[in-house]
């Protein structure tokens, strides 16, 4: 194996192994940010709604600026909340949301990020919500330099892995300190989970797993093995869940489409075969977990939507959000950290795409949106 290989190989594998012992998420981040190319990174979630955040699990930070990104500086980031808005699994950078010569502008930037050294980052969203998220953060500092393409690239080989540990830790659920046991969470997590053995043999189903099975509709059980409904589908579910028991799978086997009218949903198959979670497996005699999810969101709220139709920048989307909770250019300013120059430009900006021509006219915009019916 290549260089490249070998480290991502070794990541994986500690990534679903935090997921069971979370003592072992940070050790997870410092190998994720070495293999991105970045000095520092955190796994958190964020309200765009509420405006409320938390860091679930960090490394390289400087606790003193966390404390105060969390007391006085969370309003006042540029990415929020655009970055809530982007789809679960993508990657992307803070440029790619906000321009890198109107970030130096806001105080963000000025206050929070030059003092640590903190010039760009990369990240994604594992889940998504109405209003939430949350996100995988790698910071890049002066000497990693602005992200570049292999910083996506590399990101995006590890956010699926990251994603399918969210799901088996509960890693945000905070109530939990510890999850030593797969058994003990399965039944709160949001998706179809399924404990397989030797043969497909079905060993543990959670309650939303339940349900699907009685639905039939997409994985049934037939003489006590886990089948997928679809002819296609089960072939690559079959042979996934082989090379698990085989020992041919890598960390994650990947997605095996199940796809239906009602939607696009996918199994993810996890082996059960090494570290924390062989023992966990070993507790059912499983060698491989299934999570079956529909990948398509709900439908967005209305900002979310409003900015996707109109074409709204970042920077366009705080300034519309703004406007829901204060009035008045000096205002706005003074709550979104920039100066009332850059305020104008992006109401002008705002106005031009929504066909509004003043703030009380974008507000009653805001409150009467309907999303556009989906196909």
Same mark, same amino acid.
């Given at each position: 194996?290549?260089?490249?290989?070998?480290?991502?190989?070794?990541?994986?594998?500690?990534?679903?192994?935090?997921?069971?012992?979370?003592?072992?998420?940070?050790?997870?981040?410092?190998?994720? +940010?070495?293999?991105?190319?970045?000095?520092?990174?955190?796994?958190?979630?964020?309200?765009?709604?509420?405006?409320?955040? /938390?860091? !679930?699990?960090? =490394?390289?930070?400087?606790?003193?600026?966390?404390?105060?990104?969390?007391?006085?500086?969370?309003?006042?980031?540029?990415?929020?909340?655009?970055?809530? =808005? +982007?789809? %679960?699994? *993508?990657?992307?950078?803070?440029?790619?949301?906000?321009?890198?010569?109107?970030?130096?502008?806001?105080?963000?930037?000025?206050?929070?990020?030059?003092?640590?050294?903190?010039? &760009?980052?990369?990240?994604?969203?594992?889940?998504?919500?109405?209003?939430?998220?949350?996100?995988?953060?790698?910071?890049?500092?002066?000497?990693?330099? *602005?992200?570049?393409?292999?910083?996506?690239?590399?990101?995006?080989? $590890?956010?699926?892995? =990251?994603?399918?540990?969210?799901?088996?830790?509960?890693?945000? &659920?905070?109530?939990?300190?510890?999850?030593?046991?797969?058994?003990?969470? !399965?039944?709160?997590?949001?998706? /179809?989970? =399924?404990?397989?053995?030797?043969? +497909?043999?079905?060993?543990?189903?959670? %309650?939303?797993?339940?349900?699907?099975?009685?639905?039939?509709?997409?994985?049934?059980?037939?003489?006590?093995?886990? $089948?997928?409904?679809?002819?296609?589908?089960?072939?690559?579910?079959?042979?996934?869940?082989? %090379?698990?028991?085989?020992?041919?799978?890598?960390?994650?086997?990947?997605?095996?489409?199940?796809?239906?009218?009602?939607?696009?949903?996918? /199994? &993810?198959?996890?082996?059960?075969?090494?570290?924390?979670?062989?023992?966990?497996?070993?507790?059912?005699?499983?060698? %491989?977990?299934?999570?079956?999810?529909?990948?398509?969101?709900?439908?967005?709220?209305?900002?979310?939507?409003?900015?996707?139709?109109?074409?709204?920048?970042?920077?366009?989307?705080?300034?519309?959000?703004?406007?829901?909770?204060?009035?008045?250019?000096?205002?706005?300013?003074?709550?979104?950290?920039?100066?009332?120059?850059?305020?104008?430009?992006?109401?002008?900006?705002?106005?031009?795409?929504?066909?509004?021509?003043?703030?009380?006219?974008?507000?009653?915009?805001?409150?009467?949106?309907?999303?556009?019916?989906?196909?």
């Amino acid at each position: 194996m290549t260089s490249e290989a070998a480290s991502l190989s070794e990541l994986i594998g500690l990534v679903y192994d935090a997921a069971l012992d979370p003592s072992l998420w940070p050790r997870a981040l410092e190998q994720a +940010c070495r293999f991105v190319g970045g000095s520092s990174g955190n796994l958190f979630w964020h309200d765009a709604a509420t405006e409320q955040s /938390a860091v !679930l699990h960090l =490394f390289n930070d400087e606790p003193h600026y966390t404390k105060l990104y969390f007391e006085k500086y969370l309003p006042l980031n540029p990415c929020f909340p655009a970055a809530a =808005f +982007c789809e %679960a699994g *993508l990657v992307y950078g803070s440029t790619d949301l906000v321009p890198f010569n109107e970030m130096v502008e806001t105080r963000f930037y000025d206050e929070w990020m030059r003092p640590q050294g903190i010039i &760009d980052l990369v990240a994604a969203n594992l889940e998504k919500g109405a209003t939430s998220s949350s996100i995988i953060a790698v910071r890049m500092h002066e000497e990693d330099g *602005l992200v570049d393409e292999d910083n996506r690239r590399r990101l995006a080989l $590890i956010v699926p892995h =990251f994603q399918r540990a969210v799901s088996i830790g509960r890693l945000f &659920d905070q109530s939990r300190a510890v999850q030593a046991v797969l058994t003990q969470t !399965l039944d709160n997590v949001s998706a /179809a989970v =399924f404990l397989v053995g030797s043969n +497909c043999r079905l060993v543990f189903t959670n %309650a939303p797993g339940r349900a699907m099975l009685n639905e039939g509709t997409l994985i049934a059980e037939r003489n006590g093995a886990l $089948i997928a409904a679809a002819s296609e589908a089960q072939r690559k579910l079959r042979d996934a869940l082989l %090379a698990a028991e085989n020992g041919r799978a890598t960390a994650a086997s990947g997605s095996v489409p199940i796809s239906t009218s009602q939607g696009r949903w996918f /199994a &993810d198959v996890l082996p059960l075969t090494s570290g924390d979670r062989q023992r966990t497996g070993a507790l059912h005699s499983a060698i %491989a977990a299934v999570f079956v999810r529909k990948s398509s969101p709900a439908s967005p709220p209305p900002l979310e939507a409003l900015a996707k139709l109109h074409k709204l920048t970042a920077s366009e989307i705080r300034v519309v959000d703004a406007v829901m909770k204060v009035s008045g250019v000096k205002a706005l300013a003074e709550l979104l950290g920039l100066t009332q120059a850059t305020v104008k430009t992006h109401l002008h900006n705002v106005f031009r795409k929504t066909g509004t021509a003043r703030q009380s006219e974008l507000v009653k915009l805001i409150a009467g949106f309907e999303p556009p019916a989906r196909d």
